[in-house]
DNA sequence: GGACAAGTATTTTTT
DNA sequence: ATACTTGTCC
């Protein structure tokens, strides 16, 4: 078949493995998202599989997509054999883990208790809202007991399929987490809501209760497809094994060095388990990289080979050589930032690498203020990959709870929040009179307005209302604009719901004031307004529902905020994962910051960190940049700082520059010429303070940790002095005089002494 | 109900 | 430094 001819060897075996289960171990660059997506149209094509017995399964809507648009006949190997026809590829099962769970979820509802087919996803505001109303009806203090670190630890819990019932408490905090979580689940119930780790979760738990339910899928899904193997966590593990249970073929694509989500449950360990689970698995290892020079993936190599329980893959690739790694150590974090965009300028100029095939990645959100600024000051484009995401706006959230509570007027979280969204004067305490009373009724809050109109028109109720005329004046305003809502949300089409849901809500007045902020929230909305036009010939009845699941499971920006002005792209290492860029600068490279300070004593952790490290390494074809700095501020607070140990696992020899060997002036010269003037003006200061003590070149010096040693360098600021001491045998650390633990030895304590 | 001061925490974030 | 939350006052 034509269009299997063009893959490696490899690559084809993969594809055309086999019944039974399989492992592929595939290494950056190495084309797994292609393996993937013939061995799919392989199946269906040659293997005579019918579509709809195969499911693939993603992490990322972006990764569905991709794969639905690689088969899909429009995006044809060259040479014209379409993979599939439209009909074929519209009854493949692909999609995230939670997109699946919840499709199977809402077909099965009636066998989920307290559930029914109309439930909504809470996202991580809404969980977290929930959390908080969790710990006020338990008398929690919110402070004592952040609701961030108790939904971390339900979260877990849930991954783990431990439910409310069977979680073990054994410290007191953790009886406070079991108690919080028990009534988050009540409460979730309460509102017909899941969240995203629900949808797993309750799915395991469906297949594990129901064997006619779990076997009608496993005998429907005879081929089931895995892409990122090395992120799973146990309940998707769990539910890939369940549902190859009767067929066995599970196809599962893994590279155990780029599992970087472990803090979110994935265990990269579930290879492993892969492995003992189906020991008469195929094992296929894609090694050959068509992405990076040799140099890139040899110094990746070097990086990644330091961990342990790892499937010792040996890359290779035929492209060349090519240029050597830069390491640049740069003054500071905007010296840093200055020398990562003139020579994004430079590559431009003289390599021809476009500033759009630039990426700069960091470790953490905080470090692209800094770089934005300079590219801002250069007034040079650049691309913020997910800043302030799309969804969690204000006014988006806003409107989006408008339309989930029209759906599912029981959701609680929501009323909550647009009660009084515009200002319509419901306040905090009118709320909480409202759930309150909301409470005795025994109905939600939503009910409890009904009831209110219910008494407006004259019935007598067991417990009247107990509001002021104010108040229930604004509260049965409010509840008319939602029933009329709700009457008219089976009758429109979608976008005339949202359209109308904005101006009786009072939202369209709220952003008419005339203010360019007015102006871009909405501008946001009419964005949002656009996702509702691809329900607009949909069923009014049905447009609803489908479209408040896809934006609950498409939670990031995917398409939404791309902007394609251009410019280089910068990024999270988080965020780089799968993507490729001709030149790739990785920014504080440097302790504390990469491997970030709080991995710094936890085996596991700083595995993980080296892998970060590894996934930006191996995002860069031709360029790449390692920059760390001589100091850098942190919360406000100055320090020197500390080469990254992962630049030492680098060979020399596939390093251009070493420049923290030599000491600092000349370091700051050897990187670029206007670099000594930053420095001289940084260091030229008279000390404001009087420093405790000097210490000059030359000075043997003790230190409590390293022992004996001598002073190579000095500078001073304002109220430090900063210097390079040579101990024998254990290289030159740089201290800082107010800080390390110095003491001159065989001088006079000289005060002042210049260099 | 909104404005302002004070206090606090600050990794990553596929869904 | 700073962004975000909470508390207090008008």
Redesign the pocket.
């Known amino acids: 078949m034509i269009f299997l001819e063009e893959l490696n060897p490899k690559q084809r075996e993969a594809v055309e493995a086999g019944d039974g289960p399989v492992l592929v171990l595939a290494g950056p660059g190495s084309g797994k998202t292609r393996v993937l997506t013939y061995r799919v149209a392989y199946l269906v094509r040659l293997s005579g599989v019918a579509p709809w017995r195969i499911m693939a399964v993603?992490?990322?809507?972006?990764?569905?997509r991709e794969m639905k648009e690689r088969l899909a006949p429009t995006h044809l190997p060259p040479h014209g054999s379409s993979p599939l026809s439209p009909h074929q590829l519209q009854q493949l099962t692909i999609g995230?883990?939670?997109?699946v769970c919840?499709r199977i979820l809402r077909r099965e509802s009636e066998v989920i208790s307290g559930w029914d087919s109309n439930f909504v996803?809470y996202?991580?505001g809404d969980q977290l809202a929930l959390i908080?109303q969790a710990l006020r009806e338990l008398n929690l203090d919110?402070?004592k007991h952040?609701p961030?670190s108790i939904h971390g630890r339900i979260s877990t819990a849930k991954n783990e399929l431990i439910g409310p019932e069977r979680f073990q408490a054994i410290t007191y905090q953790e009886e406070i987490v079991h108690r919080v979580y028990k009534r988050y689940q009540e409460l979730l119930r309460d509102n017909n809501a899941l969240d995203?780790?629900d949808?797993l979760m309750k799915t395991v738990n469906l297949f594990r209760q129901r064997d006619d339910v779990v076997t009608a899928y496993q005998e429907r899904y005879q081929h089931i497809l895995v892409d990122?193997f090395q992120?799973?966590?146990m309940v998707q593990y769990e539910l890939v094994k369940l549902l190859a249970g009767k067929h066995q073929h599970l196809f599962a694509v893994a590279d155990e060095d780029q599992?970087?989500?472990s803090?979110?449950?994935?265990d990269y360990r579930n290879v492993l388990r892969f492995r003992e689970d189906f020991p008469s698995h195929g094992l296929i290892l894609l090694e050959e990289n068509y992405r990076s020079t040799g140099t890139i993936l040899e110094a990746a190599r070097h990086i990644i080979r330091h961990n342990v329980h790892r499937v010792d893959k040996q890359l290779f690739t035929h492209r060349g050589d090519g240029v050597k790694v830069q390491v640049i150590e740069a003054y500071d974090e905007q010296e840093e930032a200055q020398y990562v965009a003139g020579q994004i300028v430079r590559l431009q100029a003289e390599s021809r690498v476009p500033t759009s095939h630039c990426a700069v990645m960091y470790?953490?959100?905080?470090?692209s203020?800094l770089l934005e600024e300079e590219f801002i000051r250069r007034g040079m484009p650049y691309r913020l990959?997910?800043g302030?995401?799309f969804y969690e706006r204000k006014e988006v959230r806003d409107i989006l709870a408008y339309l989930r509570l029209i759906h599912n007027p029981d959701d609680g979280v929501s009323m909550a929040r647009i009660i009084?969204a515009p200002?319509?004067?419901?306040?905090?305490?009118?709320l909480s009179a409202l759930e309150n009373w909301a409470f005795k009724l025994d109905t939600s809050t939503f009910g409890a307005l009904k009831k209110l109109q219910e008494e407006e028109a004259g019935t007598h109720l067991a417990w009247p209302s107990p509001f002021s005329a104010r108040a229930g004046k604004?509260l049965l305003s409010f509840a008319s604009v939602l029933t009329t809502l709700i009457a008219d949300r089976d009758q429109i089409t979608l976008p005339e719901l949202f359209d109308t849901t904005l101006s009786r809500s009072g939202y369209r007045d709220l952003l008419q004031d005339g203010s360019n902020e007015a102006e871009d929230r909405w501008d946001n909305l009419q964005e949002l307004r656009r996702v509702t036009q691809q329900f607009a010939s949909t069923d009014p009845s049905d447009a609803l529902p489908l479209f408040l699941e896809q934006v609950?499971?498409?939670?990031?920006a995917?398409g939404l905020t791309e902007d394609n002005e251009g410019g280089p792209a910068l990024?999270?290492?988080?965020?780089a994962?799968g993507l490729e860029f001709q030149a790739v600068f990785m920014v504080g490279m440097d302790e504390g910051m990469l491997p970030?300070?709080?991995?710094l004593d936890d085996i596991e952790?700083m595995q993980?960190?080296r892998r970060?490290c590894y996934v930006g390494v191996t995002r860069a074809m031709d360029h790449l940049y390692l920059v760390h700095t001589f100091r850098r501020?942190?919360?406000?607070?100055s320090a020197l700082s500390t080469p990254s140990r992962f630049l030492h696992d680098i060979p020399d020899e596939l390093v251009d520059i070493r420049p923290h060997v030599s000491p600092p002036r000349q370091r700051a010269r050897a990187v670029s010429a206007d670099r000594s003037v930053v420095w001289a003006d940084k260091a030229s200061p008279t000390p404001t303070h009087p420093v405790r003590s000097h210490f000059a070149i030359g000075d043997t010096v003790a230190h409590t940790k390293f022992g004996e040693g001598v002073i190579i360098a000095s500078h001073l600021t304002s109220d430090d002095q900063e210097v390079e001491v040579a101990f024998p045998g254990q290289g030159i650390k740089r201290l800082s005089v107010n800080m390390a633990p110095l003491e001159k030895l065989d001088q006079e304590t000289a005060v002042g002494g210049k260099q």
Do not use: C, M
């Open positions: 993603t992490f990322t809507n972006k990764a569905a995230t883990f939670h997109a919840a996803i996202d991580s908080r919110d402070k952040r961030t995203f780790d949808l990122e992120d799973t966590n599992s970087i989500y803090w979110r449950g994935a470790r953490t959100n905080a470090q203020r990959v997910r302030t995401r009084n200002p319509r004067g419901i306040g905090a305490k009118t604004a609950a499971l498409v939670s990031d995917d990024l999270t290492l988080h965020a994962k970030h300070k709080r991995s952790a993980e960190e970060l501020t942190t919360f406000g607070q």
